[in-house]
């Protein structure tokens, strides 16, 4: 049931995928001359009765009267000239048809190669840019033009078709229309020069024109036909629920750049769209290719020239390039793997995609097979019986090259026989010193360790030639009879036989060990980097330091000058200073479509360099650049993968720097919204009470005051005054706490006695609150602190003005001073009223607290103890609250340091 659902909604997703883009319809055709731009131009004729915006983009007539009187009335875009090699050429021009945004833009020749110089390689590039601009597009294409049959294509009709379209322009399909004419008619026409002019019409009459030939390609042209609208009824159905089609199982093809990776690739995927189920191409890095570049690269520095060793490798590196690059086009999934066990990587790699059907070359067996292991097909047989095991083999397999990992027919470079020589005397000359120095019997050991130290450090090819040279001098100076390669006993035959294979599989272990390292060198390489990225972009707190790490690290790990731009903002003025108007295309480009593009790509070649996009879940973020020096010729797989790797952790570290900073942005909002909504609660009611009062108590003496006695008016009088200071206060409180926010206090110090702070705080309160009661327990011998005396004054002044709005009536406020460690003055203020609970004591001295057991309780702002809190800590103190003395009420506790300790520390401060 989940997987239906999965289904469904996969195909929902695709469908609303390709609404939300343009439409593509396909006129396909078996050869050329069916008339498939005849079809498409009267489609398009119809369609511009009914009202619809239909231009034309590019239409190759090719002379044909029929269909030049068809592009008559159609609006066409006026075509890009262009100059190439000092001839004029002309192209579709896709800005224009861009700016234009017509519904259906009509687009012949899907496969063609467009003039270099273009933004893209390729007419379908063209095509898919103007799909992603939501704009449908009608286009023509022949069977022989689609990647996955270029080998099929060519076995029918021998010729090689370098124009091809992949596989994966074909997804956008919304439909596909069949051309078809019977192979005699289109041969007729050819032989009325409808097709070709009469001359090239003979040549292909007998060549790509045999009725042979043309059957098989409409039988080819059919059957695409016929899978596209089956796969297109799977998703519809899938779309709408319904049962009866699952999703096929994964296919895998395994390929090793030895000459028919592209061809394993082109059939692997033709299998995998017959199933309809998803595939991936795989290759497996044993470490040898680091091997041998590091040969070439100590060859290079020797002398002047390539070895044939280094040659050969960067072929085949070559190859997997390129089949990689196809397989993607096709629509397939490309990955690396690591391990000396290739079998075992294989079918890890299996296991994790829910593979069923494995795809590989068919591999040759050798007798050194039968020594060492067996081949790949049987290894692949015996542990992965599961699995469906698919044995391709090419129309062409060579067969004179047999390669066997390690011990190749690759001729040795001129520094392995040098080393082999040395080995082997050195073996020698320690063998005989031990005999006649040591006494040593049987100094076999000597030459297996000779052996394994050269196995160590070269190829198995290597140890294998010096196990044998190894051999030859054992029994030559140490075996009976002496000197010569006779063996005179059984005895001593066994012992060189022994010897010999002993020496091979020391050897072979030694040389597979080096390799198993040199690949885990290369796995630990990527995961490194991948990590030292991680480690730069986890200390990044914003975009522009994450635009900074990651530039610096691609830099330092792909030896290449990179850029970074990412929302608009980009890296170093340096590296920009070096991009010109070509590149900041590619750079855009890249970015909107995101897809890499510039240099060592198919877009936008003439750029200097190599882009790609940054990318999130959601969208494209920006753009990674990178420029190569001259000398480096291409973009190998490993360098793009890791590359766009790299570009992805950037991506998503951008990201979480942009959520960080909106949630930021969304805190100190709704920080500022819950203050402002506090300060107009204090001024709508706690501002407004004293006001109130005072506005009546005067309109009661404006109207009443003749009529009232001495006592009364002298009440009012006194109700105006007190409102009127305790507004004073609650305005000072307000404006000290704007001041204190501002940093606009500075601390004046004198020294003044504690008694004296204390007893002109309490008079102050008492002036008005007269009923408040205030014990106080001062020590009479407390020397003088040094504090600025107004502010902590006013600060003692809040905190009992705040004890005594929760004191019960009748109940007095305990102050007790105390000198604590001869450093610190301790004041403790202490009430009897409801007190607070201890997971709120911390909140009391937040701006604006409001709940009725703070000092917003009844009467004030809620700042009072946020001022107090600021002037202690402004004199190096701190305050804090506590429970009653006997557990009834709160204390607020305030710590003073003590004269020149306070002085020391507001200037360290």
């Known amino acids: 049931m989940a ?56 239409v190759e007539t090719h002379g044909r009267g029929e269909t030049q009187a068809l592009v008559q009335g159609l609006q066409l875009q006026p075509r890009k000239r262009m100059e190439y090699q000092g001839r ?40 898919e840019e103007l799909l992603d601009a939501g704009i449908d597009v009608y286009t023509t294409v022949n069977i022989q033009h689609l990647e996955s049959l270029n080998d099929v294509i060519h076995q029918i009709t021998g010729i090689r078709v370098s124009e091809t379209v992949p596989d994966s322009v074909f997804d956008r399909l919304r439909d596909i229309r069949l051309v078809d004419l019977p192979a005699r008619e289109l041969i007729e026409r050819l032989k009325e020069g409808k097709v070709y002019l009469p001359e090239q019409a003979t040549q292909a009459l007998q060549a790509f024109f045999s009725p042979s030939n043309l059957t098989a390609l409409r039988e080819l042209a059919m059957q695409t036909v016929a899978e596209h609208v089956d796969a297109d009824l799977r998703e519809t159905r899938a779309a709408r629920g319904l049962a009866g089609l699952s999703i096929k199982p994964h296919v895998l093809i395994a390929i090793d750049g030895r000459g028919q990776s592209e061809y394993l690739v082109r059939a692997g995927a033709r299998i995998a769209e017959r199933r309809g189920g998803p595939w991936s191409v795989v290759s497996v890095d044993t470490g040898r290719s680091a091997d041998a570049t590091l040969q070439a690269d100590d060859l290079e520095r020797a002398s002047a020239r390539r ?45 994790a995609r829910n593979v069923r059907t494995i795809v590989i070359g068919r591999t040759r067996e050798r007798p050194i097979a039968r020594v060492f292991n067996r081949t790949l097909t049987q290894q692949i047989l015996q542990r992965g019986a599961r699995y469906e095991l698919t044995i391709v083999s090419p129309p062409k397999t060579r067969q004179k090259e047999r390669y066997i990992p390690g011990f190749a027919s690759e001729r040795l470079t001129r520094r392995e026989p040098a080393l082999i020589l040395l080995t082997t005397v050195g073996a020698t000359g320690a063998a005989l010193a031990g005999e006649r120095l040591l006494g040593l019997e049987d100094v076999s050991m000597v030459f297996l360790v000779g052996v394994l130290l050269l196995a160590s450090r070269t190829r198995m090819v290597t140890a294998v030639v010096a196990a044998v040279l190894c051999f030859l001098s054992y029994n030559f100076f140490f075996i009976e009879p002496l000197f010569t390669l006779a063996v005179s006993a059984d005895r001593g035959v066994a012992t060189v036989l022994l010897f010999l294979a002993a020496a091979l599989i020391a050897g072979r272990l030694a040389s597979k060990l080096r390799m198993q390292v040199v690949a885990l060198r290369a796995a630990n390489a990527h995961a490194m980097a991948m990590q030292n990225l991680g480690r730069q972009l986890a200390k990044a707190a914003d975009l522009g330091q994450v635009i900074a790490a990651g530039t610096s690290v691609l830099q330092a790990t792909l ?61 494209t973020l920006g753009v990674v650049g990178l420029r190569f020096g001259t000398d480096v010729a291409r973009l190998s797989f490993e360098q793009r993968r890791l590359a766009e790797s790299m570009a992805d952790d950037i991506g998503q570290a951008a990201l979480r720097a942009r959520l960080v900073s909106e949630l930021e942005v969304a805190r100190v909002n709704g920080e500022t919204e819950r203050l402002r909504l506090a300060l107009l609660s204090s001024v709508s009611h706690d501002l407004r009470s004293p006001l109130s009062s005072m506005i009546g108590s005067a309109d009661s003496l404006a109207r009443y005051g003749q009529d009232m006695g001495v006592d009364d008016q002298q009440s009012l009088l006194e109700i105006i005054r007190v409102e009127g200071e305790r507004l004073d206060r609650y305005i000072q409180n307000l404006l000290d706490m704007t001041r204190l926010g501002q940093q606009g206090l500075t601390l004046t110090r004198s020294w003044i006695g504690i008694d004296e702070l204390v007893g002109s705080a309490s008079k102050r309160l008492q002036r008005y609150e007269p009923h408040v009661k205030i014990e106080a327990e001062v020590p009479p011998d407390l020397p003088p602190i040094s504090v600025h005396p107004a502010l902590v004054e006013q600060a003692l002044f809040n905190v009992m003005e705040n004890a ?61 103890l946020t001022i107090v809190q600021a002037i202690v800590g402004a004199h190096m103190g701190k305050v804090e609250a506590l429970a009653g003395p006997t557990g009834q009420g709160t204390t607020i506790r305030l710590t003073l340091p003590w004269g020149e300790e306070a002085e020391h520390g507001a200037k360290s401060k």
């Open 804 to 864: 005594a709005k929760f004191s019960p009536p009748g109940e007095a406020i305990k102050v007790v001073v105390q000198r604590i460690d001869g450093k610190w003055l301790r004041v403790d203020i202490s009430d009897k009223g409801p007190g607070i609970p201890e997971d709120e004591r911390r909140r009391i001295f937040d701006m604006f607290y409001s709940v009725e057991r703070g000092d917003r309780g009844r009467q004030g702002t809620g700042l009072g």
């Open 3 to 58: 997987n239906e659902r999965s289904e469904q909604a996969d195909a929902l997703i695709h469908g609303l995928r390709r609404e939300a883009a343009g439409r593509l319809t396909v006129f396909l055709g078996a050869a050329p001359g069916v008339g498939k731009t005849y079809a498409m131009l009267t489609r398009a004729r119809e369609l511009q009765r009914q009202g619809v915006d239909v231009v034309i983009g590019i």
């Open 307 to 351: 070895d044939s060793v280094a040659h050969a490798e960067q072929q085949r590196q070559m190859e997997l390039d390129r089949a990689f690059a196809l397989a993607r086009n096709l629509g397939g999934d490309t990955e690396v793997l690591y391990g000396t066990d290739i079998v075992q990587a294989l079918l890890d790699a299996a296991a």
């Open 88 to 127: 004029a050429m002309e192209e579709m021009d896709l800005d224009g048809l861009l700016a234009r945004k017509p519904t259906i833009a009509l687009v012949d020749e899907l496969a063609h190669r467009n003039v270099p110089g273009s933004r893209h390689e390729r007419r379908w590039q063209d095509v």
């Open 559 to 619: 030896h290449a000058e990179a850029w970074v731009r990412i929302n608009g903002e980009s890296g170093p003025v340096a590296a920009a200073g070096n991009l010109s108007d070509k590149d900041m295309t590619a750079a855009d480009w890249a970015q909107q479509h995101g897809q890499s593009a510039g240099r060592f790509t198919d877009t936008l070649t003439s750029a200097g360099w190599w882009f790609g996009p940054v990318q999130s879940d959601q969208a």
